[in-house]
């Protein structure tokens, strides 16, 4: 959940660490750092809070040096303090480490580096990788061989990037269970967590595979097993264009990222069909099938599912990919486990497709990042197509999951998959279109202590998924849930004004989710409709396009993602980086 950016160049690289650092900002943002090496010494500036802060109080980018690092930081292991920012030195200033991931055995390695005289610092499990690489640098005198004999020593995820003062043009980095890239530019070589720090300068990436070390210099890059053999892979290209990466007139990431819609479930619809039907294919064979992810990526499986079991005939069930080792007792050779995810590193669903994958379980995903863990670890891939997402906020990644879930599904059923997107892209645009009326309601709203959201049916994970962003954003308290749910017990706490969003298509479950609006209007609540059809009992509705039942999420999600946004800017949060959360969680 950090990031971390390293740079070999031949002319000095604190302004494109800086540069590489802002945009890594998203995975963490409580402390940040950077070292350059000059003269023989590692430099270190380094402080909690945003990256712009640190830069104003330190000035990263008047560090000199050709080669450096930087950080920022998610704290896991000791609190938000100038200390526990990384880099981290070693005693004298002989390695710097910049860290992602968590080492579980830091404590034992803590003491017994202690009882050998090393002093520490911080209060972060970081610490011990540079004291455990200095003492196997002091013994080896070889960079690679003191990086990978740490890796020998230490348990749990990381990604590291390490200098040695007295290797100048050198950094070393490795990984395990956390991502590490490599961007090999036109003089200046980089290692980074995620393309996006370094791909103002560079398409031409090489990923690590999983327990892989990396030398980088000027000249190029060497990868080697954890155990020191080399191995030998091409860079490739990576298609995001630098373009994607700029707010354009939006005042925040997560505003143009909703605003994109219209076009990203277009991109997200442009699948190869070969892959497509060997997906559905996977789908309609496996015994048994699970649909997994996190937070958001979760929501999208649950609609995946439910058209699976209703209109397939499928018998599946979507599992938080946290909670899917409670069905490993199903995996098997025949079982397949369908992962959806924008990052493709969230540590848990990594996890819970290892053991899937352990067990014969055939892994399938639908992924945004295509060179991630995710991807590269599945038998087969869909990837969103809907570029970069930068706010912490999932918004456009899932209404392209939805669509992409939907093509499966249409695919399974022998349909014509990605009939009707045009349409839905038209009724995006015409639900961003309720950008002002939404504003207000946040105005009226954003200072509410509870806010609930209801639906029935295909609609359900729309409700799940309102609150959940509301609550991240804006940092009200909300819950989604099933409208049936309500009297038996939500419902006591429903007081006079107290706001309830109602997603409610004209159709199936239409009358049923009205009689809940009037129950909740009979006890005061200020009821917020969003449907295509009016109605009386509705304090407010925001109207929104009726489009095949199917795709329908896709248009109602978008009001709700603008309510969540306003209500961030009414309270004065930045909602590209709400408190206490980052966009990749790679921690379990
Ligand atoms: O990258 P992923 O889709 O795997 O991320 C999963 C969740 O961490 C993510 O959806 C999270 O819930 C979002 N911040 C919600 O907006």
Redesign the pocket.
Same mark, same amino acid.
């Given at each position: 959940m950090c990031g971390i950016i390293g740079c070999v160049s031949d002319r000095p690289v604190a302004k494109t660490l800086l540069d590489g650092l802002r945009r890594v900002e998203y995975r963490g943002y409580d402390s940040a750092g950077m070292v350059t090496e000059s003269g023989g010494r590692l430099l270190v500036r380094k402080g909690a809070g945003r990256v712009s802060e640190i830069e104003e109080k330190q000035r990263l980018s008047e560090l000199p040096g050709d080669v450096g690092m930087a950080h920022t930081r998610w704290a896991t292991h000791g609190g938000v303090t100038d200390r526990n920012a990384h880099p981290h030195l070693s005693c004298d200033g002989l390695v710097a480490v910049v860290h992602n991931g968590i080492i579980e055995n830091y404590l034992e390695l803590k003491k017994e580096l202690s009882g050998s005289g090393h002093k520490f610092r911080s209060q972060t499990d970081t610490e011990v990788i540079s004291h455990l690489i200095e003492v196997e640098y002091r013994r080896t005198k070889d960079p690679l061989k003191a990086t990978t004999a740490a890796m020998g020593r230490l348990k749990g995820q990381y990604a590291i990037a390490v200098m040695f003062s007295d290797r100048p043009g050198t950094i070393t980095g490795a990984r395990k269970d956390a991502p590490l890239i490599i961007g090999v530019g036109d003089g200046t070589m980089f290692i980074a967590s995620d393309v996006l720090a370094f791909i103002e300068h560079t398409d031409r990436t090489v990923f690590l595979d999983n327990k892989e070390a990396a030398v980088v210099t000027r000249d190029g890059y060497r990868l080697y097993t954890a155990g020191g053999r080399e191995v030998r892979r091409r860079p490739t290209q990576v298609a995001w264009e630098l373009s994607d990466l700029s707010k354009a007139d939006f005042a925040h990431y997560t505003l143009k990222e909703i605003s994109e819609q219209p076009q990203t479930v277009v991109s997200a619809a442009l699948q190869d069909s070969k892959t497509l039907g060997e997906f559905a294919g996977l789908v309609k064979r496996a015994e048994p099938l699970f649909i997994t992810? @996190?937070?958001?990526?979760y929501h999208a499986g649950l609609l995946m599912k439910s058209r699976l079991n209703r209109e397939a005939g499928i018998a599946c069930e979507a599992i938080i990919s946290g909670e899917l080792k409670e069905h490993a007792g199903f995996f098997g050779r025949g079982s397949v486990v369908v992962a959806? @995810?924008?990052?493709?590193?969230?540590a848990d669903?990594l996890e819970a497709v290892k053991r899937a994958k352990k067990k014969g379980a055939k892994v399938l995903s639908i992924v945004n990042a295509a060179g991630s863990t995710l991807a590269r670890e599945s038998d087969a891939v869909l990837l969103l197509n809907c570029g970069p997402e930068v706010g912490?906020?999932?918004t456009k990644?899932f209404t392209a999951q939805v669509v992409v879930a939907n093509l499966v599904v249409d695919s399974v059923l022998g349909g014509r998959p990605g009939q009707g997107v045009a349409e839905v892209s038209q009724a995006v645009r015409g639900a961003l279109g309720t950008e002002a009326e939404v504003k207000r309601l946040a105005s009226k709203y954003a200072r509410a202590p509870d806010f609930y959201f209801v639906a029935r049916g295909y609609q359900t994970p729309v409700a799940l998924e309102g609150a959940?962003?509301l609550k991240?954003l804006s940092y009200v308290h909300a819950e989604g849930m099933a409208a049936s749910e309500l009297k038996h017990g939500t419902l006591a706490l429903i007081e006079k004004g107290t706001p309830v969003v109602v997603i409610n298509p004209s159709g199936e479950s239409h009358a049923e989710s009205l009689s809940s609006a009037e129950e909740l209007r009979a006890r005061g609540a200020d009821v917020i409709g969003v449907s295509d059809k009016a109605d009386e009992v509705y304090t407010h509705t925001i109207k929104v396009q009726r489009v095949p039942r199917k795709l329908m999420p896709v248009v109602e999600v978008v009001p709700l993602q603008l309510l969540a946004y306003h209500a961030a800017v009414v309270r004065k949060n930045d909602p590209d980086y709400p408190r206490n959360?980052a966009?990749?969680?790679t921690v379990k």
């Open positions: 992810g @996190s937070g958001t990526s959806l @995810s924008q990052s493709g590193e969230t669903v912490v906020a999932a990644s959940l962003k991240e959360l966009k990749s969680v």
